[in-house]
């Protein structure tokens, strides 16, 4: 028991001690895992999350993973993130809530995107789905009308709609543009289902294939709000991001980028994932 104890202790120690010790982690070691989840594999920067630490990305773009399911949280929205092209830097996604159709569960909330971040791409049209009405029903055709368990009976029209139309609550959603969806309900929850693409517009301060070709990672700076080139032995400043092949970059001494930058360290990370 005693021993166990020993063993134990002793072997934490020596964890502590390796995921500390710089001579055991270089700094590019740091954001080299990449984000993998059922069918969404290989993403990097600018997205942490799992196995990526919170410095690896901006953020407002961390991934989870819950039963393959990948899920990003957008403006206290969750959606469920069904493709990522680091290539077209493009994401698509779907609401979490009508993934299993029309009627959510929870209350009602809009697709609301932070547009210094995103950006929608082209080809899409907003669909507005009314709640909890009543007289207004009885102009709509019926293949326009829905009814919920929760959030009473309702209807959609095409485009963002400002006005209620003598209904509780309204939600916009965008959907791909075409006419189609308005057949009927069913369509437009296959429509919802399919997502939409977001273009995500992030400084990524030159870091790209010249940081992972000369063997770096790219990570972000917190306090720059920027992408920075991790080397082996620090991040690169240089104007094009680019390690040194012989592996010692540091442009930067240690002591300087943990008080210069705001990029947290694994020390600090470390015990902030306490
Ligand atoms: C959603 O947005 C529309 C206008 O764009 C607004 O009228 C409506 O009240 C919003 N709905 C919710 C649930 O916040
Ligand atoms: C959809 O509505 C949003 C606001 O909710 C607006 O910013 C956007 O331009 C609309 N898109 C289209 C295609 O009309």
Known sequence: MK???LTFFSSSLFLIILNISPSFCTYKDYCSAV??????????????GKDRPPSCGVPDLK???????VRIDIMQVKYRVLQVDERTKTLRIARDDYFEGICPED???????DPNLFEISNGYVNLTLLYGCHSSLLVVPSHLRFGCPIHGDGFVKLGEEM?????????VVPVRGDEGILVGVLKMEEAIREGFEL???????????????SGGFCGYDLKLRRGVCLCESGFSSSPVEVCRR???????????????SGLVLPL??????L
């Open 3 to 5: 021993n166990n104890f």
């Open 35 to 48: 984000f993998n989840c059922g069918e969404i594999v290989d993403v990097g920067f600018p997205f942490w």
């Open 63 to 69: 991934l989870t993973c819950d039963n393959n399911v």
């Open 107 to 113: 209350h009602l909330k809009n697709t609301t995107l």
């Open 163 to 171: 006005g209620l139309w003598g209904c509780k609550a309204s939600v």
């Open 199 to 213: 273009k995500w517009k992030v400084d990524d301060g030159g870091c790209g294939s010249d940081c992972t070709d």
């Open 246 to 260: 012989d592996g010692g970059v540091a442009t930067h001494d240690s002591s300087a980028f943990a008080a210069n």
């Open 268 to 273: 600090l990370s470390s015990t902030a994932r």
